[in-house]
């Protein structure tokens, strides 16, 4: 069965989920994270974007929120409201894992 | 079995995709085998003909596999799909099985994997794909109640539909019993017909239970199937139709909700509302953050959004989706993160059924 080790060859890298959070202004600016170096900066800023915008939206329907938490299979994003800014928390969900 | 069935390999290793096609020529119901050495290439191919099996591996360079399969669970959603990889990450298996991905299989490295692996293979491209109570395949609850009825059995079916759950009690071929979603009776029994999918056990009959239905079976089937067939609404031709409440006004007596916002997938369709004096802008911040977090999610190949939650001073709120309605829905502030979690499955079950 020596043909069976061509199975063994590991090409490319996969992106993988971060676990740990970071902190950004109003501006979503990253201040301080304890994200892994090798997590896309863009990423990370694309999170924080997205999330100060469902915070501002909520607060222009009249709906203001200190907390916002996005369930998705894999991941779990926590944000919390820091006067106009957030501190964001990254947590991989195994698939094992009841949901939150 | 089907003698035409396709199965489709993709892997960026010639030499790999060489060796799968001969271990799949092994399958007993020897489906025709096509290879692709790209994600690109792939999709093109799935594009032109239809396949019943995907299996593809996840280190591919330009599109991987996770990115593969994102796409391809949304495009072909009845394509079973299979990944063979050597990335033995438990983060990845969480992720590839977030995508509703059918199996995550290490690459075979002894014959006996390689058995393994084919029975599964011919297990997944031998399944029914169609609908039905889980435990008897293709069956409707309708059928399952005149199995049990017509031969004069005796048992407790007990239904689960998400969180609801209902109970009907069979005794010698009638039915004498029901309860589920909190009613009882007939009308609980109407009630638990009208689900459109969910799990059902057959329990020992409890032939002490008290009669509380009297009409027979067929009777109760008819009038369930009039309820069924008048809830989706009146036939061309059958005149004005009747002035019904709004469905939102059921959901909206779960404990605990503020209000609720029905939206469509059109986003020109009017929102539905309870409990919103003026819901255009709750609707449009809705729809915005589903918009974002469905894009971020794809980004990020977290797999596909399940819900978002807010807390706030006021009231949370949680949103998330249910065929091809989006809910927004107001809790009262009182209630913890884990019960709104709860409830809001409790909201999204009711409307399905």
């Known amino acids: ?100 | 079995m089907a003698t035409n069935q396709k199965i489709l390999l993709l892997d960026d290793d010639p030499d790999l995709l060489d060796m799968y096609r001969e271990i799949l020529a092994q399958l007993p119901s020897r489906p025709e085998i096509h290879t692709a050495s790209s994600g690109n290439r792939a999709m093109a191919m799935l594009e032109t003909e239809a396949f019943q099996l995907l299996i593809c591996d996840l280190k591919m360079p330009k599109m991987d596999g996770l990115q593969v399969l994102s796409i391809v669970r949304r495009k072909y959603p009845q394509l079973r799909t299979v990944v063979l990889t050597s990335v033995m990450d438990e983060q990845f298996r969480s992720r590839v099985y977030a995508l509703g991905v059918d199996l995550f299989w290490q690459k075979p490295g002894t014959d006996q994997e390689i058995k393994l692996f084919l029975e599964c293979l011919e297990s997944l491209l031998g399944r029914e794909t169609e609908g039905g109570f889980r435990g008897v395949h293709s069956k409707s609850l309708v059928d399952i109640i005149q199995l049990e009825c017509i031969s004069q059995s005796s048992s407790l079916l007990r239904i689960t539909n998400g969180p609801l759950t209902g109970k009907i009690w069979i005794q010698d071929g009638d039915v004498i019993d029901s309860e589920g979603a909190g009613l009882t009776g007939e009308a609980a029994f109407h009630k638990i017909l009208s689900w459109r999918a969910g799990v059902f056990e057959s329990l020992p009959a409890e032939p002490s239970r008290p009669r509380t239905i009297s009409k027979s079976y067929n009777a109760l089937l008819l009038e369930g199937a009039q309820a069924i067939d008048e809830s989706r609404g009146p036939a061309a031709g059958e005149g004005e139709p009747k002035p019904s409440a709004s469905p939102l006004a059921e959901l909206s007596q779960v404990e605990g909700v503020e209000f609720i916002l029905a939206l469509k997938p059109d986003p020109a369709a009017p929102p539905e509302a309870r409990g919103l004096e003026n819901p255009e802008r709750m609707a449009a911040w809705s729809r915005q953050s589903f918009d974002r977090f469905r894009a971020l999610g794809e980004q990020l190949q977290a797999g596909p959004l399940e819900r978002i939650e807010g807390f706030g001073p006021q009231r949370h709120v949680a949103l998330a989706c249910q065929g091809d309605t989006s809910f927004c829905v107001g809790w009262r502030h009182s209630l913890t993160g884990p019960q709104v979690s709860e409830m809001m499955k409790k909201v999204l079950a009711l409307w399905a059924s």
């Open chain 1, 1 to 100: 069965m020596g043909f069976l080790n061509l199975f063994s060859r590991t090409p490319g890298a996969l992106l993988k989920l971060p676990s740990g959070s970071f902190t950004v202004d109003r501006e979503g600016s990253v201040i301080v994270g304890t994200l892994p170096s090798n997590f896309p900066e863009s990423l990370v800023r694309d999170i924080a974007r997205e999330v100060l915008a469902a915070f501002r939206g909520a607060e222009a329907a009249q709906l203001p929120l200190s907390e916002l938490v996005v369930n998705f299979p894999s991941l779990k994003i926590t944000a919390r409201d820091l006067r106009g800014g957030a501190v964001i928390f990254l947590s991989p969900r195994a698939i094992y894992e009841p949901a939150a």
